[in-house]
């Protein structure tokens, strides 16, 4: 598949370990409205596990796509509470978050493991969103770049340029996750300007230019108009604000160029 030349902006809502089945139905049917309503925007929801198959159904047919917000880097076998890639296929789930801060720094996972999955998904043809960030100690160290550069260079470890396409970037602080802080909208283009100067180097100029990179970190539909602004901010991973409606529908609206 060739590269966009002009990526359009895309928005994800990670609805965590929120909702229920009727609370994530409702939620859905408002954000398929949400997303009729603002052609030239890439929507993905991630709701938890067991409401994958109610919210593709509303879904289906629709702008919005369905993700999942993990998968195992295994294709089967006794592994207890894993869930695969063609499980998440068979689900109607196109897409899936690797490398999330909550599970890098609350459940452990390495880049190792960050890597695997992402290369099984991409291999499965699951599309991926690659979450990268530092956290406090390391922005206040003058970490930020060194952290962000070592999560790609080892999450996109043996990625091959054709699996590029089905390859989103999303840069989100740990220090503004849920924490109500966000990154300036100048601090935010200042990262995302060099992690594409780092995909350039491992894969080419253009390559770079065309990879989305979205940004992650209490965005509201207050700040959202200014972040997505920025010219290397191609959209937003959204977390708390995702869960509210109309909040998440003018987030949607404010990606739109």
Known sequence: MPLPQRPIPIVGGNWKMNTTRATGS???RAVRASAEAAPGVEVVVFPPFPYLMSVG???????VALGAQDVSERADGAFTGEVSCAMLRDCGAS???AGHSERRHVIGESDALVNAKTRAALAAGISVILCVGEKLEQREA???NVVNETQIRAGLA????????CLVIAYEPVWAIGTGRTASPADAQAAHAHIRKVLASIYSPDHASAIRIQYGGSVTSSNAAEL????????GLIGGASLKPVDFGQIIASAKR
């Open 26 to 28: 409702d939620l859905a």
């Open 57 to 63: 159904e509303i879904l289906k047919g629709g702008p």
């Open 95 to 97: 897409w899936v978050l």
């Open 142 to 144: 003058g970490q930020t």
């Open 158 to 165: 043996g990625v091959e340029p054709n699996a590029l396409s």
């Open 228 to 235: 997505f602004a920025q010219p290397d901010v191609n959209g």
